[in-house]
Structure formats: structure tokens, C-alpha cells
């Protein structure tokens, strides 16, 4: 399974990768919205994992615009944004799922796999 993940923390990005290559994931790692959407327009995914504030642009926009136009990949949001109202705004954006940081591992892996 290839996996985009956008995070621009980098050592919660190194960990998740990490934990995913274990897991026998291809995990593609961008820091910024301009390299997620670049990367998502070249190659097919079959997971976005998303943060929302990242530089030089945002998670939800992100996603919106890449439902827009059709692409439909699985995509979970991995957020501080821990308000409701942001939970409704990604489910409107069009993820899949949503978890709020900080987050066990295994709680990821369990998500993943229930996609």
C-alpha cells in the first residue's frame, strides 16, 4: 500500500513512517501542501494521511481541492485540531477518518486498517 503523509513535524513524520514501513507500507513523507499536491497529482495513493497546519498552505484545503477533482483516496486526517467544529469541517472536506494528536501507533494501524 503506497501512503502519502503530510506532517510537518519531522520527528512525529519519522515515527509514523517507521511504524508504517514495519508495517510493509510504502510511506511517501511531504513537510508542506505544495509538495503533498504535487506528489498527489504524479502518483496514485492509496491512503492520504493528512495534517492540517502545515506550511504553504493547509490539510483541509488540501483534500477539498483533490476532491474536486474526482480523487477519490482514502484520506484520514491527523490532527491537533481537536475542536468539533474542525472534526466537521474535515468530514465535509471529505476524509474518511479523523484522529486527534496525540494518538497511539496502534490506534492509527486499527484506522488504517478499517479503511
Do not use: H, W
Not at 492520504?48 to 498552505?57: A, I, K, M, S
Amino acid at each position: 500500500m503506497k501512503i502519502l503523509l503530510l506532517e510537518d513535524d519531522m520527528i512525529l513524520s519519522e515515527i509514523i513512517e517507521e511504524f508504517l514501513n514495519e508495517l510493509q507500507y510504502e510511506v511517501y513523507p511531504v513537510y508542506d501542501a505544495a509538495e503533498a499536491e504535487d506528489l498527489a497529482y504524479s502518483t496514485n495513493f492509496d491512503l492520504l494521511l493528512l495534517d492540517v497546519n502545515v506550511p504553504r498552505g493547509n490539510g483541509f484545503e488540501f483534500l477539498g481541492d483533490l476532491r474536486e477533482v474526482g480523487n477519490k483516496t482514502p484520506a484520514i486526517f491527523i490532527t491537533s485540531l481537536d475542536d468539533s467544529a474542525d472534526m466537521q469541517k474535515g468530514f465535509d472536506k471529505g476524509c474518511d477518518d479523523y484522529i486527534k494528536k496525540p494518538f497511539q501507533l496502534k490506534e492509527l494501524e486499527l484506522r488504517i486498517n478499517n479503511i
